[in-house]
C-alpha cells in the first residue's frame, strides 16, 4: 500500500527539525508544543498553515527565505497539474517550463542577494569610515610616539581596517614633502592591518593594500632596496587574499600606481611601470582616480625624456581634475609648465606660472616653493630676461646648498654659468665650477652625470666653455637624473 505523502508544510517542518539533529520530542520541548502535535503536523493529519509554520521555527532563527525555498522545492517535485486544453504543451515540454522557472528563480533570488549583501557591506564600511575620519581628526596633531601609544590602543578594533585605509592616504600626502612622517604613519597603517578581526583572505588583502604604502614611504626616503622588498611582500598578500574583498572596498589601483612610482624610475623597468598604470587606469572607479593616474603616466614619460608624450596625457587628465584637489592640480600645471620649458615653449610656461605660484602658496610646502622658483628662473632664461633669471636661479643654488641636495645643485649651477657665459663671464663660470667640488664627494650623483660635471669642470678652467655646449649638458642631466647609464656625447 503506498505510503500517503506529506502536505508542503508538514514536509518542511520535518526537513528543518532533522537539519537541526532534533527528535520529534526535542523539537517541541524547544517550540512549545507536544511531540504528538509535532508528529500530526508533519504526516499531515492535521492542517499547518505557512505562518504558523514559521512561528514553530523561530527559535532556529530560519529566515522567511528559507521556508519559502522547501516549499516551492516540494512543489516543483510533485507539481499540481491542472487538466490540459488542446493547445497545450505536452507533459514533458511542462516539466522543462517548471525546472527552467525553479532555474531562474532561484538565480534572481542569488542575485538579489548578493547585491543587498554588496549594499549592506558598502553601508557598514561608510560608518567604519566615517569613525576613522573623525579618530584621525583628533590624532593626527599627536607627537609620533603619543601617537603610536594611541594606535596601539585600537588594535583590533572591527573599524581598524578603516583607520589603516585613513592612515595609509595620509601617509601617501605627507611623501609629498616629510618622508620620516610618512614612514611613521605608513608603519602604523600596516601595524593595524596585521591585528585587524575577520576572515584570513580579507586581513592578508588589507595587509597587501597597506604594505604598498610603506614601500612608498621607503622609496621617497631613498631605500629603494627596501622598497622593492615591501613591494614584494604585498603582492604576495594580495595574492593570497585573492575573493577576500569580494565588494570591493579596497581599491586595488592604489597599490599598483604606487608600485608604479617606484619603477617608473628604473629604465629597465619603465614598460613595466607603464603597464601597471594602465592596468590601475582600468580600474579606476572615478575621475579624480583616473586625474591622478593619467599625471602619473605622465610623469612616467616626462621621466623617460618623452615630453610631447607627456603633454599629451596631460591634456587627457586636465577635464578629470577638479579645483579643490589642490595637491592634483599643483602637480598637473606645474608639471605642464616644466614640459614646455623643456621643449622651449617658453610663452606657454610662463602663462602658467601665476596659478603655479598661487597654489604653492595655498599648499604650504617649502620644497613646492623653491621648485617653484625654479621653474620661473628657467622660464625667464628661456624668454631672454637674464637678469631677472639669475636672481631667481641664484637664490635657489643657495637654497640646495644649504640642504645638500647634490644633483639639483649641480643643475641650477650649469643654469646660472649658462647665464654668465651669454654675458661673457667666463672668470664667474670658474668660480661657479670650483663650488661644485662637494658635488664629486656626495655619492649622489652617479657615474656618468659626474663623468660630465668633470668635463664641464675642466673646460670652465680652461675657459673653453660655451653657453650652447652648457645647455647640451644642462639637457643631458635632466634626462640622466633617473637613467644612470645614459652616457653624455661630448
Not at 614601500?215 to 614584494?232: K, T
Not at 572596498?249 to 604606487?258: F, K, Q, V, W, Y
Not at 660630465?452 to 675642466?458: G, I, S
Amino acid at each position: 500500500m503506498p505510503h500517503e505523502q506529506p502536505p508542503a508544510e508538514g514536509a518542511a517542518l520535518r526537513f528543518f527539525r532533522f537539519s537541526e539533529g532534533l527528535n520529534e520530542q526535542e523539537f517541541g520541548a524547544i517550540a512549545g508544543v507536544t511531540a504528538h502535535a509535532v508528529g500530526q503536523w508533519e504526516r499531515g493529519k492535521v492542517p499547518l498553515s505557512a505562518g504558523r509554520l514559521e512561528e514553530l521555527l523561530a527559535p532556529w532563527e530560519v529566515p522567511r527565505e528559507a521556508i519559502d525555498a522547501a516549499l516551492l522545492a516540494h512543489a516543483l517535485r510533485r507539481p499540481r497539474r491542472e487538466p490540459l486544453s488542446p493547445v497545450a504543451p505536452p507533459e514533458e515540454d511542462r516539466g522543462l517550463i517548471d525546472r527552467a522557472a525553479a532555474a531562474v528563480g532561484w538565480t534572481g533570488a542569488r542575485a538579489t542577494r548578493a547585491e543587498l549583501d554588496r549594499e549592506a557591506v558598502h553601508r557598514q564600511a561608510r560608518h567604519h569610515r566615517a569613525w576613522a575620519a573623525e579618530r584621525w581628526s583628533s590624532l593626527a596633531h599627536l607627537p609620533a610616539e603619543r601617537l603610536a601609544d594611541a594606535i596601539e590602543g585600537l588594535l583590533g578594533d572591527d573599524r581598524s581596517w578603516a583607520l589603516a585605509e585613513t592612515l595609509c592616504l595620509a601617509s601617501a600626502k605627507a611623501a609629498a614633502h616629510r618622508a620620516e612622517k610618512a614612514l611613521h604613519l605608513a608603519r602604523l597603517a600596516v601595524r593595524l592591518a596585521e591585528h585587524a578581526p575577520g576572515p584570513e583572505r580579507w586581513c592578508l588583502r588589507t595587509r597587501g593594500w597597506c604594505e604598498p604604502f610603506l614601500g612608498n614611504a621607503w622609496r621617497v626616503a631613498g631605500d629603494l632596496a627596501e622598497s622593492e622588498r615591501v613591494f614584494a611582500s604585498a603582492d604576495d598578500l594580495w595574492e593570497r587574499g585573492k575573493g577576500g574583498d569580494p565588494a570591493g572596498l579596497l581599491d586595488g589601483s592604489r597599490r599598483l600606481d604606487l608600485k608604479a612610482s617606484l619603477l617608473m624610475y628604473q629604465e629597465e623597468h619603465f614598460e613595466e611601470a607603464q603597464a601597471l598604470l594602465d592596468q590601475a587606469l582600468e580600474g579606476a572607479r572615478d575621475d579624480g582616480a583616473q586625474g591622478r593616474l593619467l599625471i602619473m603616466k605622465a610623469s612616467a614619460l616626462g621621466i623617460a625624456g618623452e615630453y610631447e608624450e607627456a603633454l599629451e596625457v596631460l591634456e587627457r587628465a586636465e577635464p578629470k581634475i577638479t579645483e579643490d584637489e589642490q595637491r592634483l592640480l599643483f602637480a598637473h600645471r606645474f608639471n605642464r609648465a616644466v614640459w614646455l620649458a623643456y621643449v622651449d615653449r617658453y610663452p606657454e610656461a610662463e602663462a602658467l606660472l601665476p596659478l603655479v605660484e598661487t597654489l604653492t602658496a595655498e599648499l604650504g610646502n617649502e620644497l613646492d616653493r623653491v621648485r617653484a622658483h625654479w621653474l620661473r628662473g628657467r622660464i625667464c632664461a628661456g624668454l631672454g630676461r637674464r637678469e631677472e633669471a639669475l636672481a631667481a636661479l641664484s637664490e635657489v643654488r643657495r637654497y640646495l646648498q644649504m640642504k645638500k641636495i647634490a644633483y639639483d645643485f649641480a643643475l641650477v649651477s650649469l643654469e646660472v654659468a649658462e647665464i654668465h657665459l651669454h654675458k661673457g663671464q667666463t672668470r664667474v663660470v670658474q668660480g661657479l665650477a670650483e663650488e661644485m667640488v662637494w658635488v664629486f664627494k656626495s655619492q649622489a650623483v652617479h657615474e656618468e652625470a659626474l663623468a660630465a660635471l668633470e668635463l664641464f669642470c675642466r673646460a670652465a678652467e680652461a675657459e673653453e666653455l660655451q653657453a650652447g655646449w652648457t645647455r647640451r649638458l644642462i639637457k643631458y642631466l635632466y634626462r640622466a637624473q633617473h637613467n644612470p647609464r645614459l652616457h653624455f656625447e661630448a
